[in-house]
């Protein structure tokens, strides 16, 4: 759905992007990860061009991004950074109205469209939409900036380290609410992140990103078993890879039939929680339940040490 | 309870406007003043129309520097025309140097008297508080707010009339307050080159040793200038509140 | 080498198009046969010999070319000054060239041509100038070189000539004078104002409760302009020295001096007590501290950190009183107080500009040299507590 093809940036003598050619699918989420001045940020803002390549193109659905002019292409994409940039001025509802008013649409359905995604924010709109940025707090700020960004139902959305100015125990929240928005709208998702958890929690599939080049491009478990670079070893960590390939299965996923009388386990938890929870228990087994209670099955310590190696 | 300042604030505003209206009910304040008989009150002109003569003066002026300066200011902080940015800021402060009052002595021979060397006067000297804060203002505007602008598609002039402008506003105000407090000031000393305002009453005064009339013209300048400076703070503390940048 | 080709210089272009306009359209000099007549316009080429125009014109040249294409900030400097001083050496010869031998009845000034002119190169110079960001002592240096070459080519008599020089000589004397009188009041004033305001600074940096009553107070005296403070300040003065005789032998009455030193040392209060407070506050605790805690007594804290390290921001205040107080000791003039502002409003009633400029002139010299000056001893003030 979207195609990079040799990206390049050069400044002067310094080359901070290098020959990236990647393959985005529709309705999946990307994770592109990497220190510091890896060329992460540039690679992502030359698709929605804030910054012009120096080489290579850039082609979302077939067209090239450059066939129009930047301003007009940047209303179809969704854009998030980690300062989140609400316009100190105006109010909730008119920060998330912007996109939709430049397009031209009817002011009802701005106010539909600005009342649906707050409510799909947990923002109530009665409360919160004729505050001012500054009235919010950090949280309710970034999911604000999302909001925004989806507000003219964008087919891609570009995330620069969305969640990084978040306190640890809303992260987590944050992501979660990612994951599942993404689902519901069906949008096809780039983000950025130097955070290695956060690309294997989040991405369908990985780009791992060093001094401007694309070391590896895969689905995540992939990078923890066949890496094809020592860079990305160290990235993911060789020490409790066998953890973070755990972490990739859920539990519903690996249940056997049957049932235990040991602890529950969520269907939708990693295999690395349901493990901790058995290590912790001291028991041997454990049953997995849905959410609403139902039984999926059951799960052994040696069932899940099975899948912790390739 | 009011606060002590509202109170000064409108019993300053009404003094003046009492004044300006029945001044010859103050006269037997100023009587002590005088020597030889001469007259309490100003009579060689209507106080009123004095007192807004003046304000219309400088309010001509101040809007003619605030369009400039603000359109200088903009200009000077696009892209285009980065390259004036170092000399506007150099010109700015050698202009602060030069005293109004040179200005307007040299407009003189120019364009003549009256009004018109003194709104020249004004204006010029009521550019710089202005484009300077305007120069402050936008450049100033968080990074994260203009990168977000452009990011969702905002064309470069909508950004500067729909962000920057807007962020910018309380500064810019405030050098518009800062130059019209000048200028008020400035413009009481038009009246040395025939401009209609209450420098005229001073002058008089000045010239014929009455000092009820000195009095006059200076206490009903310098309450003009005070209630013009207090009633723009406050518009700018309101300005200033709805915009509080995180 | 990369061979590109020459980029116009956008503000090189504006004021060569406008330097140029005006060396062809208006004006380089008026000839006035006495002081009173308007007077007629000449252009360059009719008022010097053949070889002194087409010279003037060489050097503008040379400086248009620059501003338009060389990007190279030394020599758009050097060739700037020299249009200068090409330019002011034409109007000095036109000078001369006009005026009969003998003669000092005639007027020549300097036309519209030759202000355009002038302000179009300074500007150039200017602005390669702030390219160039020069430090502290080489601006000083700058200044001192073009203020003395510029005082020798007058003393040398060079422009003796030209209308604005005729009238010094009428006036050399009393010039003489009201220049002093005008530094006594500006430094005077400044100089009261330095002995109260320094202290009430401090003082109320001490004691945050009197700040608001003090700076609202000086920011209200501050909003009165200067004539109405001054005639304010007649009638009390004026009744003082009515009163105490031995005011009035020391010269305190209610027209002249007086009135405008106390309403400029009234003015000047707030922005040396402003920014002795802003400049006491921004000291670092952890140096005031560590003073007390080498047991330094609590004025010897106070005079040797403290006021040490706020000093570049007092003399801030100092440079914006100094610079305010030169011009408004123009206003002075009004009510008898002397000074260079006499001239001013003397040319302004006798609509002669040539005495408007013998006043406005040095004004603007000394408000732009104080300026100067003290900006550069700021600045080198901040670059040794920098690098301390």
Redesign the interface.
Known sequence: MITLESLSKRYGESTVVNQVSLEIERNSITVIVGTSGSGKSTLLRMINRLIEPTSGRVLIEGRDTRAEPAHLLRRRIGYVIQGHGLFPHRTVAENIATVPRLLGWETARIAARVTELLEVFQLDPGKYAASLPHELSGGQQQRVGVARALAAEPAVLLMDEPFGALDPIIRAKAQDDLLGIQRRFGTTIVLVTHDMDEAFRLGDKVAVMSQGRVLQYDRPAMLLIRPTDPFVTRMTGLADRALRLLSLITAADAALPGTSEGPAVQGSASLRDALSELVWSGADSARVVDADGTARGRLTVAAILAHGHP | MPRPATVLRVAALALLIAFLVTPQSFAPLFAP?TQYGAPPIYDQGNLLTLALAQLGTVCVAAAASTVVAVGLGVLVTRQRGA??L??S???V??G???????VL??A??LVGFGERPTLIALFAYGLLPIFENTLVGLRTCPPAVMEAASGMGLSARQRLFAVELPLAMPLILEGVRLSL?IN??????GS??AAKGL?EV??A??LSSN?AF??Q???L??LM??LL?DGLSMLERRLLRTLTLD | MRLSRPRL???GAVLVVAGAAALFFLPFVVFKSNRIVPGDPRTLGAVLPGWGALGCEAALALAAAAALWIADARVRLVLALTGVVAVALAAAAAGNALTPPGNLVVRIAPGAAFWTLLICLG?LA??A???LRPGPALRVLLLAASLGIAGLTLAHGTFDHLSVMREYAVNAVRFARELRQHLALAFGSLGAAVIVGLPLGILCHRLPRLRPGVLTTL??IQ???????F??L??PL?ALAAAVPLADRLGIRGIGAAPAVVALFLYSLLPIVANTVAGLRRVSRSAVEAAHGMGMTARQVLLGVELLLALPVIVTGIRVVL?QN???V??AA??GGGGL?AF??Q??GQ???DL??L??IP??TL??S??LVLDALVEAMDRVKASA
Do not use: C, E, K
């Open positions: 003043l390259q004036f170092p000399l800021r150099t010109l402060n050698i602060q140097t030069f005293p109004p009052v040179a002595a040299v003189v021979p407090v008020v000031g400035t413009a009481t000393i040395t080159v420098g001073i002058i005064g000045l000092t000195i009095l013209g200076g206490l300048t310098g200038a005070i400076y | 210089d956008a503000l500007l200017t602005d100038t702030t390219r920011n209200i909003t009165i302009p200067a004539i109405a403070l005639g304010i007649m009638a004026g610079v030169i011009g408004m123009t206003v009004l009510i502002g001013v409003f040319g302004i609509t002669a500009i408007v400029l006043g406005a004004i603007v408000a732009f104080a300026a």
